[in-house]
């Protein structure tokens, strides 16, 4: 369900950034997630319980690269001067599959054979072709747009790799455990995207279009993480992993 609803709301989310500017529209989005979470923890003695009983190493662990994912990825579409960087971007961004199947080698101390490297390399040239369908990139113009604006591309690394370990930490710490954290993650992000926003952009127009838009978003983006979460807590890791391409 998590992959389904990130792979359909991506053209929603470009129209709202393209409306309020990718920290806003984020900001946004994820104030409503986070109150929908907050509603759940006030609807709920035993979640807020299942809060103070959560070790801290699963806490930070697991909490640190959640929000860092989700500053890093956002200040990264934040700081691209142009669509063609956004596009790259994404591009990093999306090896946090590749990635969650190579840490969970070293954090779940998981087994491999020879057939992880080719099915790797064929993974990562279908995410190229399909994520740059009818737009002109090459490595060329990578490496180039790599130098002229480092610092988004190196954040757009960050996020991927912040995301890989979370879903690696989530597994190793949570699993089989009713403990997760979503409803907790997402409230503190929201208020740090807020701060950022209020920061780094100037105010803009809201309309009818941009609310709805929000809206729907914020309730699916919390739906995804929570099924995300849960997916590694208790499913199939490496099936889910994979499916994540």
Not at 5 to 23: D, F, I, K, N, Y
Not at 158 to 187: I, K, Q
Not at 203 to 214: C, D, F, N, P, Y
Not at 235 to 241: A, I, M
Request: net charge positive.
């Amino acid at each position: 369900m998590a992959i389904a609803l990130w792979s359909t709301t991506v053209a929603l989310a470009r129209s709202t950034s393209e409306q309020l500017g990718p920290l806003t529209a984020a900001a946004a989005v994820y104030s409503v997630s986070g109150s929908i979470a907050l509603l759940r923890l006030a609807r709920s003695n035993q979640r807020r319980q299942q809060i103070h009983q959560v070790p801290l190493k699963y806490l930070l662990g697991c909490g640190i690269p959640f929000l860092s994912y989700m500053i890093a990825l956002f200040l990264a579409v934040g700081l691209a001067m142009n669509h063609q960087q956004v596009l790259e971007i994404g591009l990093l961004n999306y090896l946090w599959p590749t990635l969650t199947i190579l840490l969970s080698l070293l954090i779940q101390k998981r087994q491999a054979n020879l057939l992880l490297i080719p099915g790797t390399i064929l993974a990562l040239v279908g995410i190229f072709l399909v994520l740059t369908q009818g737009s002109h990139v090459s490595w060329g113009s990578i490496l180039e747009n790599i130098s002229a604006n480092p610092a988004a591309y190196l954040l757009g690394l960050v996020a991927a790799v912040s995301w890989a370990v979370y879903s690696n930490l989530t597994r190793r710490w949570a699993r089989d455990t009713g403990r997760g954290m979503v409803d907790l993650f997402l409230p503190i992000t929201a208020v740090i995207l807020i701060v950022i926003a209020l920061l780094t952009e100037s105010g803009h127009a809201w309309s009818v279009r941009s609310l709805l838009e929000v809206g729907f978003l914020g309730t699916a983006t919390y739906i995804a993480y929570w099924s995300w979460e849960a997916s590694m807590r208790m499913g199939n890791f490496t099936l889910v992993s994979a499916a994540s391409y």
